[in-house]
């Protein structure tokens, strides 16, 4: 099983660099990939490429690009030369998104999420399969009248999909290589999410769908301060409806509830109850929540489980 860690320097003085520096000390702990989230600020296929092309060690993906306030045409001429950058490191995740962020940010009505990803996934995996595309949808046209594949990237980039809800688990087995699930504990993901995006994928003639679970989590000995910050950070994910949907699938009252915050021994033990749920490839985030010591103490610990 893969094991790796979001990566967020947005708080250095230049990101980028700052960022380049984390992904070589998660390469030197044995870590596997790293993640970059995707807001308004900087832009994660961008961040993949640099980070792939500086630190060959690691795999690097976005989770995930909001498919609201996108078009495939764009993120497909992103994800390509990201591919292209990194030899074929790269991996693509797609979100729905969120009705504040849509709405309050890009001025778009956030409606019809499910359909406008089943499209955007359509559009994109043509684009990404032949580096051409003639779709005509409801909500989206995608048309190459030039030829739209960028060299390098022939082989194609694996796309994954933020799903969790009934509906969009059946598009991303339908469409996508698999899913990114966030705040989705053992519970959820053996009973709910596995079961469902694989049957869609089986459904479909596709192969069983890679589930990389993001968990935010640390190696600490302060648990219950620990806890407190993750409650804190985290309650924004309480007011999204498929966020709370899921927490509560989890056997969970707070998102905090979700995280994984102990010594080594209880951090490993719930890496492997993740796995044992149907996880296929584990990504903590939040791992820089008590400070820079406790950081490295849990990236050497789940370097040791990658290994």
Known sequence: MTVGVALDASGAGNQVDATVLLAREAAAAGLRSAWFGQTFGADSPQLAAI???????????????PVFGRHPLVVSSQAQTAQAATHGRYHLGLALGTRLLTEGGFGLPFERPVARLREFLTALRQLTGTGTADFHGELLTAVTPIPARVPGAEDGVPVL??????????????????????????????????????????????????????????????????????????????????????????????????????DEKAVAAEVRRYRDAGATEVVFTGTDIAGDADRLRTWALLGELAG
């Open 51 to 65: 980070v792939g092309r500086e630190v060959p060690d690691l795999q690097v993906g976005t989770s995930a690009i």
């Open 161 to 262: 999909v933020a799903a969790m809800g009934p509906q969009a688990l059946k598009v991303s087995g339908e469409l996508a290589d698999g899913i990114l699930p966030y705040l989705a504990g053992p519970r959820a993901l053996e009973r709910d999410i596995v079961p469902a995006v694989t049957a869609a994928a089986k459904a479909a003639g596709r192969p069983a769908p890679r589930i990389v679970a993001l968990v935010p989590g640390v190696v600490t000995d302060d648990v219950d301060a620990v806890r407190e910050t993750a409650t804190e950070r985290l309650a924004f994910y309480e007011q999204i409806p498929s966020y709370a949907r899921v927490i509560e699938l989890s056997g969970a009252r707070r998102a905090s509830d979700v995280a994984v915050i102990g």
